[in-house]
């Protein structure tokens, strides 16, 4: 039996997605639904799917990210409403992609090709070159990134320029923002700020902490194999949930 996972940060494109796969492909199994990247990622490890649906504009870990973690274990098929304009770039590859409302007479599409690869045990696609034909094309439409946070304490607003965060952790419905020598809860979710970071500048490395990059100065790897970071300036030590361990495996 053929089986697969769908990852998308939103509910209702989620379930339309799975409803439509149930209609016309029945037989196909989904062994989970994933509302962002790094549960993809850790169920594309656990269950070892034939074919993973992944959005491609996930907050944090976007569905590119996940296709080339998981480096050939499954064939991708992305779903995006990105415009024609950058849906160019999959011309590039053997990579398949649906474009949201999807269609039924797409996605019937989508499957026989992907039916024909599975049977004919066809490599999964390398995805590096669609990411850096889309990083080219959307450039110029890129969200505006957030340059400073606002945090109210008391009486007080306290502003924290991003350049000076090292890291972001999500406290129940605040985010707690920290700073070398200051930090403030923030009523955000950690998700809608992470739409204004840029991703190259701030590493998600658990579903709740977002950590400025060159701020790491060491990894530290346990016996079970789980990370731990330290950044400049904290004694603070930040889990690495197994999701983003990849970020930190030696070169």
């Not at 999959?90 to 019937?108: M, N, T, V, W």
């Not at 090292?166 to 985010?175: A, I, R």
């Not at 204004?196 to 950590?211: E, I, N, S």
Request: one cysteine or more; charged letters at 30%; glycine letters at 4%.
């Amino acid at each position: 039996m053929t089986t697969a996972i769908i990852a998308d940060d939103e509910d209702l494109p989620r379930k339309e997605l799975r409803r439509m796969l149930n209609k016309v492909w029945p037989e196909l199994e989904i062994l989970a639904e994933c509302e962002h990247g790094a549960e993809a990622l850790e169920a594309i490890h656990q269950e070892e799917p034939d074919i993973a649906f992944l959005d491609i504009r996930m907050p944090g870990m976007t569905g590119l990210d996940v296709a080339h973690a998981v480096k050939g274990r499954c064939h991708a098929v992305f779903t995006t409403a990105y415009d024609s304009h950058a849906l160019d770039a999959f011309a590039a590859g053997a990579i398949d992609y649906l474009l949201k409302p999807i269609s039924e007479a797409r996605l019937q599409e989508a499957i026989a090709r992907l039916k024909e690869r599975i049977s004919n045990k066809q490599p999964v696609a390398d995805v590096s070159q669609l990411m850096s034909e889309l990083d080219k094309r959307l450039k110029n439409t890129t969200a505006e990134r957030i340059r400073w946070i606002s945090a109210s304490v008391g009486d007080t607003i306290k502003m924290f320029p991003v350049e000076k965060i090292l890291f972001f952790s999500s406290d129940e419905k605040y985010t707690r923002v920290v700073c070398a020598d200051d930090e403030a809860h923030v009523r955000k979710p950690l998700k809608e700020i992470m739409d204004g970071l840029d991703p190259d500048v701030f590493w998600q490395v658990h579903r709740g902490v977002v950590v400025r990059a060159d701020a790491i100065t060491r990894a530290h790897r346990d016996e079970l194999g789980k990370y731990t970071v330290e950044l400049r300036g904290l004694p603070e030590k930040l889990k690495v949930s197994q999701a983003y361990a990849w970020r930190f495996k030696p070169m």
